[in-house]
């Protein structure tokens, strides 16, 4: 069993639309819980992060964390074309230094 | 304001031969990560440096693969010998510190993709 599983998709979805993205881990050590962003060729960017469980909002991004279910979301809403792009759950254990990826969900939002 | 660059961004060798990857960091970091893509998986770690130190070299193989962060210059991925299964993105990251118990954001190099012939 990988330590994080994460959907690879693809999902498709109409512009304006509400994304929901997931990702269930099994390592209760986790503590900081990321989203990362790739677009094809490039490296992933950091879009949020959140310390152990609760919510987390920044413009149309919100990042949930399920430490008793260990569930993490990410939430985009009014999706636009220019979100079309591969999205990375990271997790990392308190005073770790790897971070341990899912393998992607990619996400095409179309006109 | 230069984000991490890596170099070459594309390489091709030939089985047998050696891959040399090359990560300059952010200006002022000085923790530098190696990460490794392969098609259809997610990121894997391989390698955290510091300055002339490796200090969790936990996901790197047993054979072939090494790593260097000398007191000058760029952090150094090196690969012997490659093999078909080397054929991947290579990603490197740096950090400005490493505090116990707190996070500081890894930002990520372009990557080098590596193809074996």
């Known amino acids: 069993q990988k330590e994080v599983e994460q959907d690879p998709g693809p999902l498709s979805v109409p512009e304006g639309a509400i994304v929901s993205l997931n990702c269930t881990y099994s390592n209760s050590a986790f503590q900081y819980f990321m989203w990362y962003r790739q677009y094809s060729r490039k490296g992933p960017e950091l879009l949020m992060y959140?310390?152990?469980?609760g919510n987390k909002e920044d413009g149309r991004f919100t990042a949930q964390v399920d430490k008793s279910s260990k569930y993490i979301s990410l939430f985009i809403r009014d999706s636009q074309p220019s979100d079309s792009a591969t999205y990375l759950c990271a997790m990392l254990a308190g005073g770790g230094n790897k971070l341990t990826f899912g393998t992607g969900t990619q996400l095409k939002v179309e006109l | 304001n230069a984000g991490v660059m890596q170099n070459p961004r594309h390489l091709v060798r030939r089985r047998g031969q050696e891959a040399r990857l090359r990560c300059s960091p952010v200006?002022?970091?000085?923790?530098v990560y190696w990460y490794r893509q392969l098609p259809e998986e997610g990121l894997k770690f391989m390698v955290y440096l510091q300055k002339e130190n490796i200090i969790d070299e936990s996901g790197m193989p047993k054979e072939r693969f090494s790593a260097e962060f000398p007191k000058e210059g760029p952090s150094i991925l090196r690969i012997q010998q490659v093999v078909r299964g080397d054929s991947a993105a290579y990603f490197c990251a740096s950090s400005p510190t490493q505090g116990s118990f707190s996070y500081n954001e890894q930002f990520f190099g372009p990557g080098t993709r590596l193809t074996v012939l």
């Open positions: 959140t310390y152990s469980s």
């Open positions: 200006k002022g970091h000085s923790h």
